[in-house]
């Protein structure tokens, strides 16, 4: 296992590749590879499944990570953004191929929503998916009481 000290951090190479904190360096990108990006996250991922009208004809499973934790190595003059109703949420999607890879959703615009098969093989151990009810957006999101603070920074990264 190799080991390297940074300012504040220690990288681990461990099994899935480098490791930080408990977290692990996930790379991914759209179908035709002009959008590309890397981020850190727990290799056992949280997903969450919705079911609101964009998700449902997106089939849109993505897992929230902190915009401090989210890099877009390449592809930002190749993304567009549909937004619509409260315009919270920024669907962006490749221009090229049409994939989603990436978004900011409603319910964090501070942080990404990811899409868990546009990353590539290697460093995910586990997916875990909740069911999301987003036909009831607001009352869901009452109830939810986690959701929120999946995408605040919780580790010095």
């Known amino acids: 296992m190799a080991r390297i000290q940074g300012r504040t951090n220690i990288l681990f190479w461990g099994v899935g590749g480098w490791e930080r904190d408990g977290l692990v360096k996930h790379t991914g990108g759209c179908h035709c590879g002009a959008v590309r990006f890397e981020l850190w996250s727990a290799p056992d991922l949280h997903v969450f499944s919705c079911n609101c009208s964009i998700c449902t004809k997106k089939q849109n499973l993505h897992f929230i990570v902190p915009k401090s934790q989210f890099t877009l190595l390449q592809g930002s003059d190749n993304i567009t953004t549909y937004t619509f109703n409260t315009h919270m949420a920024k669907h962006t999607f490749c221009k090229t191929c049409g994939v989603q890879s990436f978004y900011t959703p409603r319910s964090n615009p501070d942080g990404f929503g990811v899409a868990p098969h546009c990353l590539d093989p290697g460093t995910v151990s586990s997916v875990t998916v909740e069911d999301f009810c987003g036909q009831n957006w607001e009352e869901s999101?009452?109830?939810?009481?986690?959701?929120?603070s999946m995408s605040k920074q919780t580790t010095d990264t």
């Open 141 to 148: 999101m009452q109830k939810h009481q986690t959701i929120r």
